[in-house]
């Protein structure tokens, strides 16, 4: 006779505690797993990719919007390549991209440190900074267009201080028009990427910092060393996001300019509203909307395989 556990055991019995019951693992597709998500998954397939198709299609017709259309093959994309305004607006896109993808990210990453951790009013600055995103980037166009006015409050500013030759209707230059309408999508988009960043580097370990910082290393060596290796997956998050936003600038475009003066402000994604619906080249307007498409693809890729994390 023995005593485990408090309880008495006759000679002879097998104290061998039962092997536990296998658990037995619910299929990864089952009845109520995955059938939930098949109207969704519909609803994409038929929203997106569908009408995707149809806009590919008609890309190589002569479709006016009404009536029968006949099939052009190449000369759509024939146009678009040889009209000069076509082409300009592919010029405006790029740069349009290019600036914003460099100052939104440069100066929400500097917002995004400034406010990350020791500034006792960070959490009133991140939401003042933010703010802008949530507001209608058509309101917030009207305003600027406001204060890019000849009788607007920047102008006003210029005479107060006393730079009245600077004065001019800034949307009206057309080698200024370009830069007022990149000024606004910045500024209005810098809070949307401070967030991103402000994410990425609450997983920066203190202990890491203050081990750089003892061992002799500057504010850049610790930034370069620690901070921006630890953050890479925000920083590709945050610069293919701002890619495809600026590529698809549409609305700042629409609202401050117009796409002028002349064509010196049109954009791709301008371009195919107008040829769509202005001029009813529908034809035309779907070659351009799918040369944007390639664009956006082609340079996420890129941007992609740039920015990806080589470590493993």
Known sequence: MTITNGR??????????????????????????????????????????????????????????????????????????????????????????????????????LFALALNRTLKTRFVLRALIFMPVVLSSVAVSFIWKFVFAFDGPLNQFLSAVGLDSLKQDWLANPSLA???????????????VMVIYLAGLATVPVELEEAAGLDG???????????????????????VLTLI?????????LTLTGGGPGDATQTLASQIYQQTFVYGA??????AALVLTVFILILAVVQQVVVRDRSN
């Open 8 to 109: 008495i055991i006759p000679s002879g019995t097998d104290t061998k505690e039962p092997d536990p019951a296998p658990v037995r693992r619910p299929s990864g597709i089952g009845f109520g797993r995955w059938w939930w998500a098949l109207p969704a998954v519909t609803l994409t397939i038929v929203v997106t990719y569908m009408a995707t198709a149809f806009g590919a299609f008609f890309a190589f017709t002569d479709w006016t919007g009404l009536g029968s259309f006949k099939f052009v093959g190449f000369d759509n994309f024939v146009q678009v390549a040889k009209d000069p305004a076509l082409v300009g607006s592919v010029r405006n896109t790029l740069f349009l991209a290019t600036g914003y993808v460099v100052f939104t990210n440069l100066f929400g990453l």
């Open 178 to 192: 370009l830069w007022c309408i990149l000024a606004v999508m910045v500024w209005q988009n810098i809070g949307f």
């Open 217 to 239: 290393a500057g504010v850049w060596q610790t930034f370069t060393g620690v901070v921006l290796p630890t953050i890479r997956p925000s920083v590709a998050i945050a610069t």
């Open 245 to 253: 936003q600026g590529l698809s600038v549409f609305d700042q475009v």
């Open 282 to 287: 529908f034809g035309l307007g779907a070659a």
